[in-house]
């Protein structure tokens, strides 16, 4: 099952413009993971914000968490075409071993030009 | 240095056929993952295999396996195929077990049954 939900599902943009999606998530985590996916092939692995941060940047990218809302949203800045992808939101649960990640149902941008 | 590859990208088989997918983890990493992905909807989390022991099992039926071999590359198998089984298969690497540094992804065997 999935562990949660990503807001919107669907997001389309202009070049330039900055791109928020939203993730909720429904238990307890140690940690959370954003990863992108092109055109349905691997997950690259983007950011990682552990469950005591608040916020966290990385070149583009700016995350937040907020543990007691059980969310997270992933900011890029500056967008750019190559930023077309799915995002994925994926916690590392409190109660699942630690060794294994739970996805959410990914937000699909578009970026045109 | 290589990342994870997977074999093979593509496969089609018919309704009740097995399956064997492979993967190999980047060089050093011992943890390797499974993770099936359904068109439309994010990865579920399949197996978790460490130092050649399954180390966790996702909510799947008997009907998959996998196992891993001294060089830490890894192979998941599918019995008796079912058209619900159509699905991109992922593979995640990792240097250690617990999730908290992250995996890295290969590109996916994209399996169909018919």
């Known amino acids: 099952s999935q562990q949660g939900e990503e807001d919107p599902q669907a997001l389309s943009i202009q070049e330039g413009e900055n791109a928020t999606m939203n993730c909720s998530y429904k238990?307890?985590?140690?940690?959370l993971q954003w990863y992108r996916q092109n055109s349905g092939r691997g997950l690259v692995h983007l950011i990682l914000?552990?469950?005591?941060?608040r916020e966290k940047h990385s070149g583009r990218l700016r995350v937040t968490l907020d543990t007691s809302k059980k969310s997270s949203s992933l900011l890029i800045t500056a967008s750019r075409a190559a930023d077309t992808a799915s995002y994925f939101c994926a916690t590392d649960g409190v109660t699942g071993g630690g060794n294994k990640l739970t996805f959410g149902t990914g937000t699909q941008l578009k970026v045109e030009l | 240095d290589a990342g994870v590859t997977q074999s093979p990208t593509h496969l089609i088989k018919t309704r009740g056929q097995q399956v064997t997918l492979r993967c190999s983890p980047i060089s050093g990493h011992k943890s390797v993952s499974w993770y099936q992905q359904v068109l439309g909807q994010g990865p579920q989390f399949i197996f978790q295999?460490?130092?050649?022991?399954?180390?966790g099992r996702g909510n799947f039926p008997d009907r998959f396996s996998a196992r891993q071999f001294p060089n830490y590359s890894s192979e998941l198998n599918v019995n008796a195929l079912l058209l619900g089984d159509s699905a991109l298969y992922l593979c995640?690497?990792?240097?250690?077990?617990?999730?908290?540094?992250?995996?890295?992804f290969g590109s996916g065997t994209r399996l169909t049954v018919v």
């Open positions: 995640a690497s990792s240097l250690v077990r617990l999730a908290n540094y992250g995996y890295t």
């Open positions: 914000i552990r469950s005591n941060e």
């Open positions: 238990t307890s985590i140690n940690n």
């Open positions: 295999y460490y130092e050649k022991e399954e180390r």
